[in-house]
């Protein structure tokens, strides 16, 4: 690090653990510092000292259309300059939600969320309403964030720091999570067929073990299943939602869910998160039907509203076609016959491995230690990556030819210097 952001980076430390506002920021699986990042302008990325990278974390997901665009600045100015926060229904809030029911295909009323988080924390409790049952189906590698049922064989971060089941977490909550493999869907069966299961909860492209895709068959098993035992089926769309395809992964796999969890790209960078589904389930969220808890003080936040209109209401058919194209030439650049390459859209993960990840078994095989002298060479050579093998990155609309050639260039040159 230069000197500016070695100062920085020590100041964080001092007031925050590790020197970061999430564990998943950490360097600590890649070893080295993280960059102090002041401006982001597109593709791309500038830190204190004034170094320039290629972004392809894109704040985890959200920024599908680049930093800084235009019209999506300008839509949170000028909802600012009204009001930053109102704790009471606004027409942002009305038009964000007719976008979300009129795009994703299984949703017919949605409730707005402060995060990723609230939304998945919130579906479970309107699940187990629903049906009076407690237990829930998650599976091992998937990340629904850091509540209480979900630290248990968790993803991302958790994985990189070697603590899947995190301390704090009441054993008597932990007994209520049922875990089964990825893309396994006759695991799922015998686990209904044993207990009485409120949700299955899955990541239909898992995201934070590495981008997994689903086999051929399984999200089709889960509602398949789901159904025959009464369960509620629930997918974790908050990196997928709007990322994948204009209706999530639930539009490009054609299933369809009970609930859907979403945040990211329908914040445009913002803080936020949702959760919506079926009448029959959402009609007992309160003030309606049963009144199953959830609230928030900032929910439906106008400026994280408006930057979602302005950052998915440009995301037509021509849109998706080009996030493709580039997801698809950045993965070819990428392929080497020591590495797997996984990609699904505009999101990917280079795996340390010659053999296809398709659950937390296979990922876990993975040569970590070579994954983080790649990680370094590449953060000098100006790409900016998550600094963990579990993570998947992201290509957005801003992202050029020249700036994926860079990547590309980088990343042969990077395998060349770490053998």
């Not at 949700?199 to 051929?216: K, L, Q, R, S």
């Not at 650049?333 to 296809?356: E, N, Y």
């Amino acid at each position: 690090m230069l000197p500016r952001s070695r100062e920085a980076f020590a100041e964080a430390q001092r007031y925050m653990p590790g020197g970061v506002s999430s564990a998943a920021r950490a360097f600590g699986p890649v070893g080295g510092d993280p960059p102090i990042l002041a401006v982001g302008e597109g593709a791309r990325v500038r830190d204190i000292d004034g170094n320039d990278y290629v972004d392809l974390v894109m704040s985890w997901g959200p920024l599908i259309r680049g930093h800084a665009v235009k019209d999506v600045v300008r839509a949170i100015a000028e909802t600012a300059a009204k009001g930053t926060s109102f704790g009471a229904t606004t027409e942002h809030e009305t038009r964000l939600a007719r976008v979300v029911v009129d795009r994703v295909p299984s949703v017919e009323l949605v409730r707005f969320t402060n995060s990723g988080t609230e939304a998945t924390m919130a579906a479970i409790r309107v699940a187990r309403g629903v049906t009076g049952r407690e237990k829930i189906v998650k599976f091992a590698g998937c990340w629904h964030g850091h509540a209480d049922p979900f630290l248990i064989a968790a993803g991302s971060s958790a994985l990189s720091l070697g603590r899947p089941d995190s301390p704090g977490v009441p054993a008597e909550v932990a007994k209520l999570t049922l875990v089964a493999p990825y893309n396994d869907a006759a695991a799922v069966e015998a686990l209904l067929k044993a207990h009485e299961v409120a949700a299955v909860i899955v990541e239909p492209v898992a995201g934070n073990m590495g981008c997994v895709p689903p086999a051929p068959g399984f999200l089709e098993g889960l509602r398949d299943t789901c159904s025959r035992f009464g369960a509620c089926l629930i997918l974790d769309e908050v990196i997928t939602g709007f990322r994948v395809a204009r209706g999530g992964a639930q539009e490009l796999y054609r299933v369809m869910p009970d609930l859907t969890t979403m945040g990211k790209t329908i914040g445009g960078g913002l803080p936020v998160g949702a959760f919506g589904g079926k009448r029959k389930f959402m009609e007992h969220v309160a003030p309606l039907g049963m009144r199953v808890s959830q609230g928030g003080t900032l929910s439906g936040n106008p400026l994280a509203m408006a930057a979602g209109l302005a950052t998915i209401g440009p995301l037509d058919e021509k849109a998706y076609e080009a996030l493709e194209e580039k997801g698809r030439y950045l993965a070819e650049g990428l392929k080497h016959a020591s590495l797997t390459v996984q990609r699904v859209g505009s999101m990917m993960t280079v795996f340390f491995t010659d053999r296809p990840v398709r659950n937390l078994a296979d990922a876990e095989k993975c040569d970590t230690k070579r994954f983080a002298r790649w990680h370094r060479a590449m953060l000098r050579r100006g790409v900016y990556l998550p600094p963990s093998q579990f993570e998947a990155f992201f290509v957005s609309l801003a992202h050029e030819r020249a700036d994926l050639d860079k990547v590309i260039a980088a990343h042969r040159e990077s395998l060349a210097e770490i053998g």
